[in-house]
């Protein structure tokens, strides 16, 4: 049986839109993007994903009491389809504790930066007013605080002089596009293993 994915997205989607080619070019192994999954209405993901032809869901957060009833309610439409893997990207939400535990091992995220460096919703930005000279891009496994948990790829992107943060987000966004689909492939395939924050890939998924 494929590994049922749903994807997380809150934006445009263009990491959903690198996970969606891979799946059709059979790049993501014996998986099925099966639901994207936005907590906002007008996400150009949902276009995506319809044009895909693949199941959108729009969970509104305003309709739960909380980040927990919220969690609650997620894990609950990712259970009635028998999900088993969760790729955030560019899901701008911090995901609950009960949610997180429901899917313990099972959530990946993409992040714009070398974590630990930069976490937060503004890292591209975070990086070129620290001025620093090298950011990146991170594929890692969520955890219950905000772009911490164990990484499992990273690669820098130069910062380049006259850089806005557009620019710079772009160049970004070419090595999640990469960067995140031979993760998910791997996780698919069985070769990641997380002993605590250390995460081994098998050498024949690294690329
Ligand atoms: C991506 O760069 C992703 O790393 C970032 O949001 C962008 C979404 O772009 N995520 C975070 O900042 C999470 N902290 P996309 O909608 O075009 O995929």
């Known amino acids: ?17 690198a996970l969606i080619d891979a799946a059709s070019s059979g790049a993501l192994g014996d998986s099925e993007i099966a639901l994207i999954l936005s907590d906002r209405p007008d996400a150009g993901v949902l276009d995506r994903a319809e044009s895909a032809g693949i199941e959108v869901l729009f969970v509104d957060p305003t309709s739960y009491s909380g980040r927990s009833a919220y969690g609650e309610a997620l894990a ?25 535990k429901a899917y313990e091992g099972r959530i990946l995220n993409v992040h714009p930066a070398l974590l630990p460096s930069f976490p937060g919703a503004r890292a591209v930005r975070d ?13 890692h496994f969520a955890d219950e ?5 164990p990484i499992i790829f990273q690669e820098s992107v130069e910062i380049l002089t006259g850089d806005t943060e557009e620019t710079l ?13 031979i993760a998910v492939r791997a996780v ?19 690329t």
């Open 1 to 17: 049986m494929p590994t049922k994915i749903a994807i997380f997205a809150s934006g445009d989607g263009t990491n959903a839109q």
């Open 76 to 100: 609950k439409h990712l259970k009635e389809r028998s999900i088993e893997l969760v790729c955030l990207a560019g899901f701008m939400r911090i995901l609950a504790a009960n949610f997180i």
């Open 127 to 139: 990086a070129l007013e620290w001025g620093t000279k090298i950011t990146g891009a991170t594929v």
């Open 145 to 149: 605080k905000a772009d911490h948990g």
């Open 169 to 181: 987000h772009e160049r970004i966004k070419e090595v999640e596009h990469r960067l995140y689909p």
């Open 188 to 206: 698919v395939d069985g070769k990641v293993r997380v002993e605590g924050r250390q995460v081994t890939v098998d050498e024949e998924a690294r």
